[in-house]
């Protein structure tokens, strides 16, 4: 797709990370921008920010969890602007909480905002992208979508955005519809997603807290992602591949081999093995020992 000044993108989780530097990016090739966040100080912040670029903005409180939130917004941003051309389903959380015996809250959200918010953004947009020529849909997932390991309801919310964005590609391919599909799936990047609840809804009760086990997993993970990708160099991946009409967008190639020799484990029907090397991250084993010391229990 060859961008053009007033052509529109809509981005969620446009406040904060890779959704404000798509914003950005989005914004610095002329095209007008929809932001939509349920953190409202952070969407006001971003929205001056963009503006700044000279372009046209909507800016929409929106939770991408609630469905006629999401074609509120969409209704919003056809009103203003008559045509919507890209439409980014990137807002996105990360989870507290042991997944197995902490509330079953953790999973509501985690899969309404990760899973339901891009199933929601899909829906209200495309029969509009469809009828009015075309357009392009990007769906953030996460290397978590291809390989599991990181945080259990996490990682089923990106592998099922990743089977989402699959599926609706081909039901575009085989209809001949033109409407493209990229599908984001970075490693570690410099955001503020390992503090998503800040925007724990407050209708789900109290947060769960972050249990002992997790803490010494999280440390490290927050030392990755601070030293991360910055957000702007995978918002210029995701441009290139809407240009290019690619739909793998693969920000950290070093974590594929992860993946590819899981899909190799599966082929020989041997039992699932979690890495001892993730980049960016210590030994595995360094961390089970630690792990095993919070729980209080002698090293294995
Ligand atoms: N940072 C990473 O290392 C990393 C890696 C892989 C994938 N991702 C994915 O990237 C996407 C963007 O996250 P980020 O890393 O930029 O984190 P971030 O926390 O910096 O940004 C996420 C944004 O989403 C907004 N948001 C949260 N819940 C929302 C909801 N219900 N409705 C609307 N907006 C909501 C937040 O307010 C925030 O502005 C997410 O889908 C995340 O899972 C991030």
């Given at each position: 797709?060859?961008?053009?000044r ?27 921008i ?26 929409r409180?929106?939770?991408v ?27 996105g ?12 809250s ?14 929601h ?7 509009h992208m ?15 979508g ?9 990682d ?18 085989s ?19 390992l ?10 009760g ?73 980049p ?21």
């Amino acid at each position: 797709m060859l961008f053009e000044r007033g052509q529109v993108a809509v981005v969620t989780g446009a406040g904060s990370g890779i959704g404000l530097a798509l914003a950005h990016a989005f914004a610095r090739e002329g095209l007008s921008i929809v932001l939509a966040d349920v953190q409202v100080d952070a969407l006001a912040a971003a929205t001056t920010a963009i503006g700044e670029h000279g372009v046209q903005t909507l800016a929409r409180q929106v939770d991408v969890s609630k469905s006629e939130q999401v074609e509120a917004l969409a209704a919003a941003a056809i009103e203003r602007f008559g045509r919507v051309h890209v439409v980014c389903n990137n807002a996105g959380v990360s989870p507290n909480g042991d997944p197995w015996m902490g509330p079953i809250s953790t999973w509501e959200w985690v899969m309404g905002v990760n899973f339901w918010g891009v199933v929601h953004g899909i829906r209200a947009f495309l029969p509009h992208m469809v009828m009015s020529g075309g357009g392009h849909i990007v769906n953030t997932a996460s290397i978590a979508g291809l390989y599991p390991g990181f945080a259990a309801s996490y990682d089923a919310s990106k592998h099922a955005v990743v089977a989402v964005s699959e599926g609706l590609y081909h039901s575009m391919q085989s209809a001949g519809l033109p409407v493209g599909v990229s599908c984001l799936c970075p490693g570690w990047v410099r955001t503020g997603i390992l503090d998503s609840d800040r925007n724990w809804p407050a209708e789900m009760g109290e947060r769960p807290p972050v249990d002992p086990v997790s803490e010494v997993a999280m440390k490290y993970v927050r030392r990755a992602i601070d030293e991360g990708m910055t957000p702007g160099v995978v918002a210029d991946l995701v441009l290139d591949a809407v240009r290019d009409q690619k739909f793998w967008v693969f920000p950290h190639p070093d974590f594929l081999q992860i993946a590819i020799d899981r899909f190799h484990r599966i082929e020989e029907g041997v039992n699932p093995v979690a890495p001892e090397d993730t980049p960016g991250m210590p030994p595995r084993s360094q961390m089970m020992a630690e792990m095993m010391a919070a729980m209080g229990m002698p090293p294995a």
